[in-house]
Every structure is written in structure tokens, then in C-alpha cells.
Nanobody
Framework: QVQLVESGGGLVQAGGSLRLSCAAS????????MGWFRQAPGKEREFVAA????????YYSDSVKGRFTISRDNSKYTVYLQMNSLKPEDTAVYYC????????????????????WGQGTQVTVSS
């Protein structure tokens, strides 16, 4: 019963910035962690970042660490992905995901650990 809607994608030049948003809703919203994944044409879906709702602890892929920042606004049920110093290699469809089942080590980089997915938003970085 969780719906996720991403927004904020677009076309930017290398070195630019974008902020993606993921709005979560549902009559019974239960999520321990939120994650961002991306998928480029012809490639498998790749983990980007994750955050826990309760503690705000974060986990990043090495490829984006230091450039991307994941955050959340509990009152708005929204998670953000601030992307700075964008590179052409960052071009992909970015997906928001929610992990709703009980977990201890909730910051997972595995697709199978997440239960709900958004429709995706396109990010294109030109050189």
C-alpha cells in the first residue's frame, strides 16, 4: 500500500547539480529504509544510496560517495538525492525504492530487499 513518485530529473551539463525527490504515500506507510537505484541502457540496475527513516544513517555506492547526498524529511514522507559534480557516467533512469519488511541491517544495496518501487526519473548528463 505504498506509492512512490520520483521527480527532479532532467538534462544537465557535466559538473552541474540536480536534486531528485521521492514522495511516499499510502494509507499504511511502513518503511524501514529508502533507497535510490539507477539503470543505464543495456546495464543492470545499480545501487546508489540508502537511508534509514528512524536514525537517518546513510549508505553510498563508492561511485557516488562524496558527490551525492541522500536525506529525508520525515514530516513530508519524502526522500531526496542531491547530486553534485555530475558526470556523463551518471546518466540513467533513477528509481526510488522502499524497504517495508522488518530488517536489522536495513541499508541494503540489493534490489531484492526492497518491496516498492517508483516509476523512475531520467537523468541525463551531457559532456
Amino acid at each position: 500500500q505504498v506509492q512512490l513518485v520520483e521527480s527532479g530529473g532532467g538534462l544537465v551539463q557535466a559538473g552541474g547539480s540536480l536534486r531528485l525527490s521521492c514522495a511516499a504515500s499510502g494509507r499504511t506507510f511502513t518503511s524501514y529504509a529508502m533507497g535510490w537505484f539507477r539503470q543505464a541502457p543495456g546495464k543492470e540496475r545499480e545501487f546508489v544510496a540508502a537511508i534509514r527513516w528512524s536514525f537517518g544513517s546513510t549508505y553510498y555506492s563508492d561511485s557516488v560517495k562524496g558527490r551525492f547526498t541522500i536525506s529525508r524529511d520525515n514530516s513530508k514522507y519524502t526522500v531526496y538525492l542531491q547530486m553534485n559534480s555530475l558526470k556523463p557516467e551518471d546518466t540513467a533512469v533513477y528509481y526510488c525504492a522502499a524497504r517495508s519488511r522488518f530488517c536489522v541491517a536495513c541499508l541494503s544495496d540489493s534490489n531484492s530487499e526492497y518491496d516498492y518501487w517508483g516509476q523512475g526519473t531520467q537523468v541525463t548528463v551531457s559532456s
